[in-house]
Every structure is written in C-alpha cells, then in structure tokens.
C-alpha cells in the first residue's frame, strides 16, 4: 500500500450539508405544491370537488381552502375564500348532472336565456341602451362577486328605475386616461343583465347581505347571485297566486308577520 492510499484512509470522511440538502428540498417541496395548487384549481371549475380532492389525496375541506395565489398582474382582488357549491335554483327541468356532488357551477351552466343577448361591452353600454337606466338610483349589491376565474372580479348593481339587476366585469384601468367620461357607468365590462326584482326593499332583504356574507370573494358567485334572483321571484309568485293564493291581501300578510314568534319575526 502507498503513502498516499494510506493518507486517503486516514482522511475523515466529509459530512453531508443536511441544511443545505434540507433547505433545497424544501424549495423543491414548494414548487411542487404550487403546481399542484395551479392544477387544482383548473381541475374543480370542471370536476365534482369529491372527485379532485380524491385524485389529490386531500381531505374535501383542504380542496375548498385552495384558490389562485395571483391575479393576471400580480397583485388586487383575487377569489380567496371557498368556492360555492350551494346554489338556489330549481334544477328539476334541467340537466341535473350539473348538480350532482359538489360542482361549482359557472353563470352559463345556469342561465335560461340567451347569455350573448343579454351581454354588452361595459356598464356605460348597457346604461345607455336605455335612457330610463340612467334615471333614479343604481345602489351596488356587491362588488367582488366571481364566476369561475379567480382573477375577474365582477360587480352587481340594482336599477331601481327599471327593476334590473345587472353584473359587469371590473377591469382595472378601464376608466382612466384623458377625456375619460365615467359619469354614465364604467368602462368595464362586459356586463349582463341577470334579471328583475320589483323594489330595492326586497332586493335589500334577498340580495344585498347574504351577496356580501354568502357569495363575495368566492368562485360560482354569478350562479348563486342568478339563482337567488330566480328563487325570490318564484316566492313572490307563489305568494301572489290567485288560483293557490295564501296571502290574499296585505291585511292577511301583515297579521300572518305579526304573529310570528319573536325568534322568527324580519
């Protein structure tokens, strides 16, 4: 043996970096998350949420919780809570797979109508389509409403005028820049008309608290909105039903509230 296999032996032998080797997997274990948060994300505008939490192999409730870190630009509003499985509407006529488990329904999969007919280019459009929208008040139900893409925050307004309530999408600067006139609605669009409702009282008593507790910041706000829309009308249908009619005058509507217990009085 050589001098210098012996020198070799005697060498101790070099200890691995575990904090570099940890600090590297770490990084490595983030990336993959992000990645797989991406594809979550795309997977339930698509799928039951069952189903993608069982290809992730997450529990339900951890599926719910993940939403897109960013918007396009890298920074304002973003859906950051749950998105809504939940929806008001009465699918029985409809195509009742879009309701089975745990799908986040998206504003075309609801609507019965024409969505192309009922859309313009920006809030400013749809107001000037019709000069009775731009008398009389437009109070806001929310602002930060969501359809499937986390990114493009919508607004929901009442026309008190005409009894519409209409959506549009928020663009960020859409209204600036020289000779910008926003004194007739928003450049941002497009914008839709979802649907009536017949006074701002009960829009204020359908809408405007549980849009903002229920649906704002949430992937399927549209949906929720439009079925909420649809199911307020169908009790002020039922209501006023002169074959079935239960409330038949406003002395019987307001004896039937009077009589409510304490707990379950408006």
């Known amino acids: 043996m050589g001098i210098f296999a012996r020198t070799r032996q005697l060498e101790p032998e070099r200890e691995p970096d575990y904090?570099?080797?940890?600090?590297?997997?770490?990084?490595?274990?983030?990336?993959?998350?992000h990645t797989r948060d991406q594809a979550i994300v795309a997977a339930r505008r698509h799928h039951k949420l069952a189903d993608v939490a069982a290809a992730a192999g997450l529990s339900l409730s951890r599926v719910k919780q993940i939403v897109a870190p960013y918007d396009r630009a890298g920074v304002g509003p973003m859906a950051k809570l749950p998105p809504i499985t939940e929806n008001d509407l009465n699918l029985e006529r409809r195509d009742r797979a879009l309701h089975e488990g745990d799908r986040v329904l998206a504003l075309k999969d609801v609507v019965d109508f024409d969505l192309a007919a009922h859309t313009f280019d920006s809030e400013r459009d749809f107001l000037l389509a019709d000069p009775a929208r731009q008398e009389g008040?437009?109070?806001?139900?929310?602002?930060?409403?969501?359809?499937?893409?986390?990114?493009?925050?919508?607004?929901?307004?009442?026309?008190a005028n005409t009894?519409?309530?209409?959506?549009?999408?928020?663009?960020?600067?859409?209204?600036?820049g020289p000779g910008v006139d926003t004194t007739m609605g928003s450049n941002s669009g497009p914008c839709i008309l979802l649907g009536h409702l017949p006074t701002d009282t009960i829009v204020d008593a359908a809408l405007n608290k549980s849009a903002t507790n229920i649906a704002q910041g949430r992937l399927g706000g549209l949906a929720w909105?439009?079925?909420?829309?649809?199911?307020?009308?169908?009790?002020?249908?039922?209501?006023?039903?002169?074959?079935?009619?239960?409330i038949r005058n406003a002395e019987a509507a307001w004896d039937y509230l009077a009589n409510l217990p304490d707990w379950e009085r408006p």
Do not use: C
């Not at 925050?153 to 009442?158: K, L, P, Q, T």
């Not at 009894?163 to 600036?176: D, M």
């Open 225 to 246: 909105l439009y079925g909420r829309i649809k199911l307020t009308n169908a009790i002020l249908a039922a209501a006023t039903d002169p074959s079935r009619l239960f």
């Open 19 to 33: 904090l570099q080797h940890v600090q590297a997997t770490a990084a490595s274990l983030e990336r993959a998350q």
């Open 163 to 176: 009894r519409e309530i209409y959506v549009f999408r928020h663009v960020a600067g859409a209204n600036e």
């Open 137 to 159: 008040g437009r109070p806001d139900i929310a602002w930060e409403l969501y359809d499937l893409d986390p990114t493009e925050r919508w607004v929901a307004v009442y026309v």
